[in-house]
């Protein structure tokens, strides 16, 4: 039986076309659906894997009417808003944003109802409710009413009323709620019970008739975005305008992803074709690890097509991690094939090719086979977009490692064979510097590291999680100038709803409320109030002391409820609280015109719950969520009386607060799986359970180089900057895996640890500091990004490869001059 070394020459090496051809054929089917490659910034590729929040949220969203599907117009003349001029601009950017076919209707201070007329009561609430569009009302008037309606101050209207807002409403086609319940309902089932075959036909037929319409809506969604922004363009010199709302975020999102795709694809392409050049100086070590680059992508692309795997905000650097990690791969495999070629001048190319994937193959397999257990580790994380980030990337690694080994040979020997480059006589590479340094102040590199470790633990302690989603972006962006405006003048960004359900019912006592002295319907029979609604003296009472709470915290923008509805009802009631009669009577009493405003998304008396729905002001310095829901809690279970079981949160407020405190188990989850994965592999690979541990300790220096470093900047973990201690331990390893079994393999020689370790430096070293340089190249292009997690990525990853040679070049070194793991040395 032939060995996998004499298969591989005969079925790779000698046959170089077929080979390229073969691939050829591959790389034409990957291409087949590149088309269907595509982008997902929607609120599942936010969320912890099984996070019930979005499915409550869904729900919640449902049962009360209300939506986080609108865009926000925020308008600012440069003069009074109450003047014709300001008005008429208002209204005909108003009417231009409601003429676009997918806005379903608009809502502003000029069709919202005003309540000035002398003549209106609680009786006559229906007809003398007037508009600014439909009545000829004094603009003095009308800013009168605005301001004094406790619904419109803080949210269509600022304080000031030196700005207003017009929001966009983009309504969801039922159909898609239908089809994300029943897709929802058959992957439940899936996972508790095996499903027929009739179920599992409707789930694909389900699933792709979801994934074509959310598709088709996501595409109508960023057009009509595109619209509004140049119908506001027209209007920009007239006032201060800014666009804001979940689509435009979501529909930014998709921008800079695309962006980011486009941007980091081809900017790290351009920097690393320079470095190569500047590098080695021979155009085929150019072109060779170029192809084998783009291929590994090209592939996992076309893959990702094919599975109709959307690429996320965090995803979305796979391009630029996939062209990085294969060129690393290819350059260990040029620098050892410049090495044979000049220590055997008088062998030929496929002899010299030979030798190189001979001598590479193990530390490169390890080296692939590492860096996959990091990112797979990823998918420990409970994060959905990291989970498939991780995913994403094995595969990817896997398929530079197949193409280093398959490709990269081909290619050598199809162009012609590169010049010897030779060094002149007595030259050292900069890389031994380091050795003479490790030699001479051995001391010195020990108590250094020992001191870094402390400052990387303390700086770890300092951690957190808290940040604002407004930080995430630059602040010439739209995206956070808008938010700014709304979380400044009217009312916050961030929505939190909390449902709180009725468990005092007439089926859940034997009483008969009727049954006493107290007639419910005139008088507040306290306790004895269970009548089978929510508009009662006492559960409206309720009510309102949690609204009011609410409304007293400072992290707190607009709070609406029905104890708005109920305000502005005794303001029409001239002032008077409404009686329990005619509490009673609100349902029917309010115009059906109204009932969508003021009754339907706060009460739902089919379902017995309320909802008081508050906005957040993201851009307080001071924000901590998590703290915040806490304390919101324990206040209303420990101060007011409510039990857990009535209480819901939901919101983008809690699906994004669950995904941040996960972050920091992630961490500690991820970073803890890949060192214990990769401390197996390193006994399995050295057969050596102190070469084991001398291999781990820079690269724990690494990780916890970049941890600290966020600590001591004050720079909180985010959804990208999890990822980074992982991917660095499995990047770094690398190294610390090539210099390992090169030392063994050069100290068999002369059994000299000093002059093995200067033999190291000035070979293997040498290949080390090439990638770790085209690496930090690679991703400074990150910093080119509007997503300031982004940003950070790119450059605590770089500043983490850097810290990963300096350990692999320094500690590593002095450490095996300790320790002497390879036995002892040969007498002199």
């Keep these: 039986m032939p060995s996998p070394y004499s298969l591989y020459n005969r079925l790779i090496l000698s046959h170089p076309w077929r080979v390229l051809i073969l691939f050829a054929v591959v790389l034409a089917i990957a291409s087949l659906q590149l088309h269907q490659f595509r982008l997902d910034a929607s609120a599942e590729s936010l969320v912890l894997e099984n996070d019930t929040a979005l499915e409550d949220y869904r729900t919640v969203n449902q049962r009360f009417e209300a939506s986080d599907d609108f865009l926000v117009v925020t308008y600012t003349p440069e003069g009074e808003l109450f003047t014709r001029t300001a008005i008429d601009t208002l209204r005909a950017l108003r009417d231009e944003l409601a003429a676009l076919g997918p806005v ?217 991690l996939l062209l990085i990690m294969t060129l690393s791969l290819t350059i260990h495999l040029m620098v050892r094939y410049r090495e044979h070629q000049q220590s055997n001048p008088e062998d030929d190319r496929k002899q010299h090719l030979r030798d190189t994937l001979a001598t590479m193959v193990k530390p490169c397999f390890y080296m692939a086979l590492t860096t996959m257990v990091a990112f797979g580790s990823l998918t420990f994380s409970g994060i959905r977009p990291v989970i498939d980030f991780g995913w994403m990337m094995t595969l990817g690694l896997a398929l530079a490692f197949a193409i280093s080994f398959l490709v990269f040979p081909v290619l050598v020997s199809l162009l012609p064979e590169p010049a010897v480059r030779r060094s002149p006589p007595g030259s050292l590479p900069v890389t031994d510097a380091f050795a003479r340094i490790t030699e001479r102040f051995g001391g010195t590199v020990l108590v250094g590291s020992l001191v870094l470790a402390v400052l990387c633990v303390t700086g770890m302690s300092r951690l957190s999680v808290e940040n604002s989603f407004i930080d995430y972006f630059k602040s010439d962006t739209e995206i956070h100038q808008g938010m700014v405006v709304i979380d400044r003048k009217l009312g916050g960004t961030t929505p939190l709803d909390i449902i709180i359900t009725d468990l005092e019912r007439p089926e859940d006592t034997d009483d008969d409320p009727f049954a006493s002295d107290c007639d419910p319907f005139v008088d507040d029979c306290g306790d004895e109030d269970l009548r089978d609604t929510w508009f009662t003296w006492q559960k409206l009472d309720r009510l309102e002391r949690v609204h009011d709470y609410l409304n007293s915290l400072p992290e707190t923008g607009k709070v609406l409820s029905i104890t708005t509805t109920m305000r502005l009802l005794a303001e029409i009631n001239g002032g008077e609280p409404l009686d329990a009669m005619e509490v009673a009577f609100v349902p029917a009493m309010l115009p059906d015109d109204l009932a969508p405003i003021l009754l339907t998304p706060y009460i739902s008396e089919e379902h017995h719950q309320a909802r008081i729905n508050i906005r957040l002001i993201d851009s307080l310095p001071d924000l901590r969520r998590d703290e915040l829901l806490t304390r919101i809690h324990n206040h209303l279970t420990g101060e007011l009386g409510l039990e857990d079981e009535q209480l819901l949160f939901t919101g983008m407020t809690v699906m994004y607060n669950n995904m941040l405190q996960s972050l920091f188990d992630s961490q500690i989850r991820t970073l803890g799986i890949v060192f214990l994965a990769i401390s197996i592999m390193f006994m399995v690979l050295f057969r050596s359970l102190r070469l084991a541990l001398i291999g781990i300790a820079p690269n724990l220096l690494a990780a916890g180089s970049v941890l600290g470093l966020m600590g001591w900047l004050g720079i909180p973990l985010d959804m990208m900057t999890i990822t980074v201690a992982a991917i660095t331990v499995g990047i770094a390893v690398d190294d610390t895996i090539h210099y390992i079994h090169r030392f063994r393999v050069e100290f068999g020689k002369d059994r000299d640890y000093v002059a093995t370790m200067h033999r190291c430096h000035q070979s293997i070293g040498r290949a080390m500091s090439y990638t770790t340089i085209t690496i930090i190249i690679g991703f400074s292009i990150l910093v080119l990004s509007n997503f300031l997690p982004t940003i950070y990525f790119g450059l605590f990853t770089g500043f983490a490869m850097f810290m990963a040679l300096m350990g692999a070049l320094l500690l590593l070194p002095r450490l095996i001059l300790l320790v002497r793991p390879f036995g002892p040395a040969a007498d002199r």
């Design 104 to 320: 379903g209707s608009t809502n502003s201070i000029l069709n919202v109802p005003l309540l000035h007329s002398p003549d209106l009561s609680i009786d006559t609430v229906d007809e003398e409710l007037l508009t600014l569009d439909q009545d000829d009302v004094p603009l003095d008037r009308a800013r009168e009413s605005l301001l004094s309606n406790p619904l419109y101050p803080n949210m269509l209207i600022s304080d000031d009323a030196g700005t207003t807002a017009i929001q966009v409403n983009l309504p969801t086609p039922d159909r898609y709620f239908e089809l994300l319940n029943r897709r929802n309902q058959l992957r439940e089932l899936a996972s508790t019970e095996e499903l027929s075959p009739e179920q599992n036909r409707e789930l694909e037929r389900v699933s792709e008739e979801f994934r074509q319409l959310a598709s088709r809506l996501e595409a109508e969604r960023e057009q009509t975005i595109v619209d509004v922004r140049a119908i506001l363009d027209r209007y920009r010199d007239k006032a201060e305008i800014h666009l804001g709302g979940v689509p435009m975020i979501a529909s930014d999102m998709i921008r800079f992803i695309e962006s980011d795709l486009s941007t980091f694809g081809v900017g790290v392409l351009i920097f690393l074709l320079l470095t190569l050049v500047a590098i080695f100086r021979r155009w085929q070590w150019v072109v060779v690890p170029i192809l084998c680059c783009g291929f590994t992508v090209w592939l996992v692309a076309g893959y990702l097509g094919w599975m109709q795997w959307p690429v996320t905000v965090i995803s979305s650097n796979f391009v630029s």
